[in-house]
C-alpha cells in the first residue's frame, strides 16, 4: 500500500501561484509513476500532469502547459504540481495518484493509489 496526502492548496486571486505537495509513505516511492487530477464541482475529473518514476518523462493537460510544472523529490517522497497564472476555472480539488504499472505517460490508466484531496479555489 501507499499513502498520499496532499496539500499546499487554498484559496487565491486570479492570477496568483500555488504549490502543491504530496507525501507518499508506504512502500518505495522511486517506483512508482505520480499523478496530479483534479475535478471541479459537477464536472468529469481530468488528467492534469504526470511524472515518470525517474523524473525523465513528463504529461500535462493542454490547457495547462505552460502554467503547470509537475516535479518530484524523490529522496523526501514528494511530488509537486507548482500552478502558476492561476485562472477561475482551475477551481477543483486536486488529487495525486501514484501507479505502480508501467505505462505511457499520457495515459490516466492503473493510478491505483490516491490521496484524500486537496481544494484550490480561484476568485476572479
Known amino acids: 500500500q501507499v499513502q498520499l496526502v496532499e496539500s499546499g492548496g487554498g484559496l487565491v486571486q486570479a492570477g496568483g501561484s500555488l504549490r502543491l505537495s504530496c507525501e507518499a509513505s508506504g512502500r518505495i516511492f522511486s517506483n512508482y509513476d505520480m499523478g496530479w487530477f483534479r475535478q471541479a464541482p459537477g464536472k468529469n475529473r481530468e488528467f492534469v500532469a504526470a511524472i515518470s518514476r525517474g523524473g525523465d518523462r513528463l504529461y500535462y493537460l493542454n490547457s495547462v502547459k505552460g502554467r503547470f510544472t509537475i516535479s518530484r523529490d524523490n529522496a523526501k517522497n514528494t511530488v509537486y504540481l507548482q500552478i502558476n497564472s492561476l485562472k477561475p476555472e482551475d477551481t477543483a480539488v486536486y488529487y495525486c495518484?501514484?501507479?505502480?504499472?508501467?505505462?505511457?505517460?499520457?495515459?490516466?490508466?492503473?493510478?491505483?493509489?490516491w490521496g484524500q484531496g486537496t481544494q484550490v479555489t480561484v476568485s476572479s
Open positions: 495518484a501514484a501507479r505502480r504499472i508501467l505505462a505511457s505517460m499520457e495515459s490516466d490508466a492503473r493510478y491505483d493509489y
